[in-house]
């Protein structure tokens, strides 16, 4: 791997997360100066960093004259890197700007440099370990297309997601379509590596690949067939993880999506239980590595160019010290070689070895910069239903003296804004009946008459919460194509109230036999949002999880946060 681009992956980091790790105070007391480090946020690397960190503050060790106090905190890289781009002169979620970050890897910080934002920085930097991205599917379903004795290809992922009969063929009709997930490149470091294999993959090179190369019509051919097999986005694959576990958890993982571009350690942790709550999945996944090509998530160790001399030499000798015990290496992640990437103990479902021939090279930050702009035109587009509540308990005031109304407006007209000008959007609001408020029609060409509907809606009525979801996700499936997402978006502050449609048993055999009627065809999802203590959330769990989508539990301080999140999925 290129030294150069080794090391300016440890400078890029982005944050989506912000889980705070509590360590001590670094200036209090101690006499060292303070060294603020940034983890990506796999959760066996925020522990062993954790403690390392802890260990070290704990030892007393100086890097000559100088000693440093470390506190760390961490963020999803791509949320670290867009603030990095930013300046990051506040702090994101809780994280304040780091002097060290560790991001998953080189690809977000080639974009920096790319950018301007990392001049001057010494190169190499090192890696603290590597992850390959694999293909993770779980155990019966790669069973079922021959595995482990036969590896996947990208292009073999995009024939299987081009077929209408899924899993049929496979003697498992029950499994219904191939579903392919994929995390957003611009939030993820598994959607952005997936999306670099993936134009590798179209142009059979290894390395050197040029903006020229991007734009090729055959390479965007192949590029776009891979995001049409796309059931749905993600911001995060952790996310993608903690859903697939909830699916596991009701017996139904086999479901939920067939296929995941995922970073291998994060399959590791999948299975030891880190997203189903400590319980080891009933259907576990394994790693599958692309035979024409994948590409290795690095982990740099990025010291930022800005530091003073005292905090630059702390920095490279927790590194040093971080190196010489390898924490890492026992949390399911490769050692840091630039000659081989194996894993320090059999693992099941994971090669111990991975062939470099198969691994390709980091891209330059103007061709990954490129990629992106491409995906935003070729990624798979979205129809949309919003349905709204605007029952009387919408009136409300939450703490800053606002309505609930008012709180649903400004964090959908913020939705709005973000969603891409090429996604169809629908409007519809509920109370004691519906309301077809807006057809579906391009964000572009109605994101103004969007905003001016959403601002003048206003409470009144009883809550037909069931009826809504019913109709919206029949009219909806009336839609769907193999082309595009389709989906339902369900706000509400609360349960139903509809005295003639009050059966949720009732609702959810009539969400089966809408789907049971589409069979062959990609199903509507319902992502639910249920934003105040009086909704239900329980049924809209059900309801979300019926049509494998997702259900969102927010209080009116998260609901901007979450919604996020919701728009994430498109």
Not at 117 to 131: R, V
Not at 154 to 171: M, N, V, Y
Not at 214 to 239: M, P, S, W
Not at 453 to 462: D, Q, V
Request: glycine share 8%; net charge negative; aromatic share 6%.
């Amino acid at each position: 791997m290129n030294k150069r681009l080794v090391a300016l992956a440890a400078t890029g980091v982005v944050a989506v997360v912000a889980a705070y790790l509590v360590l001590p105070d670094r200036g209090g007391g101690s006499g060292c100066a303070p060294l603020e480090v940034n983890t990506s946020v796999e959760t066996g690397k925020i522990e062993a960093i954790q403690a390392l960190a802890k260990e070290y503050n704990a030892s007393g060790r100086r890097a000559g004259e100088h000693c440093v106090e470390i506190s760390v905190h961490a963020t999803s890289s791509g949320r670290a890197k867009q603030a990095l781009s930013e300046e990051w002169t506040t702090p994101v979620e809780g994280a304040p700007k780091p002097d060290v970050w560790l991001p998953t890897t080189s690809l977000w910080v080639e974009l920096l440099v790319h950018e301007g934002k990392l001049d001057g920085m010494p190169t190499p930097l090192p890696s603290i370990a590597q992850s390959p991205l694999a293909i993770a599917m779980p155990e019966k379903m790669a069973r079922a297309m021959g595995w482990p004795a036969t590896q996947v290809s990208w292009r073999e992922i995009l024939k299987r997601s081009e077929e209408p009969t899924g899993w049929a063929q496979h003697g498992h009709p029950e499994w219904g379509r191939f579903g392919f997930g994929k995390d957003n490149p611009r939030k993820s470091s598994s959607g952005l590596a997936a999306t670099v294999a993936t134009y590798y993959a179209a142009t059979g090179k290894s390395s050197d690949l040029r903006v020229a190369d991007i734009d090729d019509k055959n390479v965007a051919a192949f590029v776009l067939g891979v995001e049409a097999g796309v059931h749905h986005y993600d911001d995060d694959a952790t996310k993608f993880l903690r859903t697939l576990g909830q699916y596991d958890e009701a017996g139904k993982a086999l479901t939920y999506v067939s296929a995941i571009p995922l970073e291998e350690q994060l399959i590791y942790e999948y299975n030891l239980g880190g997203y189903t709550g400590g319980r080891k999945p009933t259907e576990p996944l394994v790693a599958l590595y692309p035979t024409d090509g994948t590409f290795m998530l690095d982990h740099p160790y990025v010291i930022m160019p800005e530091l003073d001399q005292a905090r630059k030499a702390g920095a490279a000798d927790f590194l040093a010290y971080l190196l010489e015990r390898q924490p890492l290496a026992d949390k399911g992640f490769r050692l840091p070689s630039e000659d081989k990437a194996e894993l320090k103990h059999e693992i099941p479902g994971m090669l111990k070895l991975i062939d470099q021939n198969s691994v390709r090279h980091t891209p330059s930050g103007a061709v990954i910069d490129r990629m992106l702009q491409a995906w935003d035109t070729m990624r798979k587009q979205a129809d949309i239903l919003f349905i709204i509540d605007v029952s009387g308990s919408m009136e409300e005031t939450v703490p800053d003296g606002r309505q609930r109304m008012q709180v649903v407006q400004d964090v959908l007209i913020a939705g709005i804004d973000n969603l891409p000008p090429v996604h169809n959007v629908a409007l519809w609001t509920f109370s004691d009946g519906i309301n077809h408020v807006l057809p579906l029609r391009s964000v572009a060409d109605t994101r103004q008459q969007l905003r001016n509907t959403i601002t003048s809606l206003e409470p009144k009525g009883a809550t037909a919460l069931y009826r809504a979801v019913r109709e919206g996700h029949r009219d909806m499936a009336a839609r769907v194509s193999k082309d595009r997402i389709t989906a339902v978006i369900v706000l509400t502050d609360g349960k139903n109230e509809d005295t003639l449609d009050n059966n949720l048993p009732r609702l959810l055999a009539d969400i089966d036999s809408i789907t049971l009627e589409a069979a062959g065809r990609p199903s509507v999802r319902v992502f639910s949002v249920a934003f105040s203590g009086d909704a239900n959330f329980a049924d809209m769990k059900q309801i979300s999880e019926r049509t494998r989508g997702r259900a969102y539990d927010a209080t009116e301080n998260d609901l901007n946060k979450i919604f996020v999140d919701v728009i994430s999925n498109f």
